[in-house]
């Protein structure tokens, strides 16, 4: 089934989708980032909203004579499609732009002047379908190139392309380059390591995002946002679009993002390509060594992380390290981001004292407490009853137990497990607006042992946890929005917790690439547990799959927008 159909209808009636909250955007509080692994620590970061796309045979914007100066900088975010050959990035009337050569294909390279003069190149080729933050400073003499903040010492090239116009993505109608551009800032001033280092820390929620001057010592001269357009957000050097398309404005096709428009306070990391541990960090526990959590087996926290781990949650991203489950060189992962609500507090509204991360409006809560051998209670900061727990006991060994609303009091489940859902007198009652309610359970509340949860609550628009039963045939499932992750469980026979987004498999259905919470599986392109998104919810194909359509029976699942 392709996009031709938008809408479940019931009844005849078009279930349309309800708007979300005023100014709430999806984006800002959940996000599905792919990266590759080089081997060592890498920060997951970056500008990434809506930008051009240049198609590599016709596409360019064409800037207004004024916009270059003497002593001048540049700073992108740039997406290869391909490998450039004689291509240009951006070109000046003064000689100066970030171009390619026949000759070092791949290679980035500044050019400062038309001639022979000595041009400084990156370190190494670039790799396609990765976003890159590039800049450069330019003078008469003299030419600095930057890539992912990092100086680029590649060495000199006695070459150029002839530059003589003002154009990002080619030169006089030709040498197109094949790539997406996004935040095109022009300044009349060389910028220092720091402001580039700002530049590169930029996200689309930074409240310098539309500022052309984003150091205030009127030194920004122009900025392309290219969001829908090629104008000038200060309105004086408006580019002219020739063949360019524009993307990510919210529906985030098949690219791998290397950042966010968030802190995110929790990450979830999963090797793509190979086997390897699920790995959990959040803001509550705190990031680093130690801190990892891993849904497919019950040990405590840290005790894989020789393998790999989080090392910091950062203003737009998040910083991987240590080894093959995070940062396995050439290896491909996901990561799926939360924002819950920062810095945590201290909630008294349960009988036992908690710390707390909440996002209210997202329906997202991470909780941390300590058991108290007894029935009890324990704040979580929603001001509504969450949908969907889970919890760990984190200095132990022990089950990832899971409560649906679904289910219902002492119905438990566990995410590191394909057991069906069954009853267990010691496991959670139900919470209500502002606790949690736990037992003498050792998944959820024994004394002397450390707890985490996290907590889920249906946010009409944006997140929804609920149920479907399986049939003979396709099953629609309706959850009022445009779905781009979807976790499913069956309740009633043993089968895997599978996963599902739109960054992984793309937005063309079917939407087939499975990840198991439950497992440390390789990610597995299957034909017949897959869902098909729509406009309002998500399409179950599968009549064959206990994992997500066996006639007759229960699933869960948790979507969100």
Not at 356 to 381: M, Q, R
Not at 518 to 543: C, K, L, P, R, W
């Amino acid at each position: 089934m392709g996009f031709n159909k938008k809408f479940f209808t019931t009844g005849g009636i078009v279930a349309s989708q309800p708007a979300a909250a005023a100014a709430f955007d999806p984006l800002q509080n959940f996000e599905t980032v792919t990266y590759t692994g080089n081997g060592g620590t890498q920060k997951i970061t970056g500008y990434i909203r809506k930008g051009a796309a240049f198609n590599g045979s016709s596409s360019d914007i064409d800037l207004p004579s004024g916009v270059q100066s003497s002593t001048m900088a540049v700073s992108m975010f740039v997406f290869f499609t391909s490998t450039p050959d004689t291509d240009v990035l951006i070109e000046f009337e003064n000689g100066y732009g970030i171009n390619f050569l026949s000759s070092d294909s791949g290679y980035v390279l500044a050019q400062y002047a038309n001639s022979n003069g000595s041009n400084v190149k990156s370190n190494s080729a670039i790799t396609t379908n990765q976003w890159y933050h590039i800049a450069a400073n330019f003078t008469s003499s003299s030419a600095e190139l930057y890539i992912d903040k990092v100086q680029q010492t590649g060495g000199t090239v006695s070459n150029y392309v002839t530059a003589d116009q003002n154009t990002i993505g080619s030169r006089r109608a030709d040498a197109f380059i094949p790539a997406k551009i996004d935040q095109v800032r022009i300044f009349n001033k060389e910028l220092s390591s720091s402001e580039i280092t700002t530049l590169y820390d930029e996200t689309s929620a930074s409240a310098t995002k539309s500022t052309t001057d984003i150091f205030d010592d009127g030194s920004g001269v122009a900025l392309y946002e290219l969001e829908g357009n090629a104008l000038d957000t200060g309105g004086t050097y408006n580019g002219t679009a020739t063949n360019v398309s524009y993307a990510y404005d919210g529906t985030p096709t098949n690219v791998n993002f290397l950042g966010m428009a968030f802190q995110p306070d929790l990450v979830w990391v999963k090797g793509r390509s190979h086997a390897t541990f699920h790995i959990l960090q959040d803001s509550v526990r705190g990031a680093g060594s130690g801190q990892s959590l891993y849904t497919n087996v019950t040990a405590s926290e840290g005790t894989y992380d020789a393998d790999g781990y989080i090392s910091s949650l950062d203003t737009n991203g998040f910083t991987v390290a240590g080894g093959v489950q995070t940062v396995g060189s050439g290896r491909t992962y996901v990561a799926w981001c939360w924002k819950a609500g920062g810095a945590a507090v201290s909630n008294t509204d349960g009988s036992i004292t908690s710390t707390v991360s909440a996002n209210p409006n997202a329906g997202f809560s991470i909780v941390k407490y300590s058991g108290a051998g007894t029935t009890a209670s324990v704040g979580h900061g929603l001001s509504v009853a969450p949908d969907l727990i889970i919890i760990k006991n984190t200095n132990n060994v022990g089950n990832w137990g899971v409560y649906t609303s679904i289910g219902g009091a002492q119905r438990k489940m566990l995410l590191n497990s394909t057991l069906a859902e069954h009853t267990s007198s010691t496991w959670l009652n139900t919470p209500s607006a502002s606790v949690i309610n736990i037992q003498n359970d050792g998944d959820s509340g024994l004394s002397g042992r450390d707890y985490i949860a996290y907590c889920f609550a249906n946010i009409d628009g944006y997140q929804k946890v609920g149920s479907y039963t399986g049939g003979t045939g396709e099953v629609d499932v309706v959850v009022g929005f445009r779905p781009r992750w979807v976790m499913i469980k069956n309740t009633d026979t043993a089968a895997s917790w599978v996963i599902f987004d739109t960054i992984r498999s793309g937005t063309t259905n079917p939407i087939n690439d499975v990840l198991e919470a439950d497992t440390s599986d390789i990610e597995a392109a299957v034909g017949t547990a897959h869902i098909d998104i729509v406009d309002n919810g998500f399409q179950v194909n599968s009549t064959t799959s206990f994992s997500t359509n066996n006639n007759g029976d229960t699933y869960i699942y948790l979507a969100i927008a």
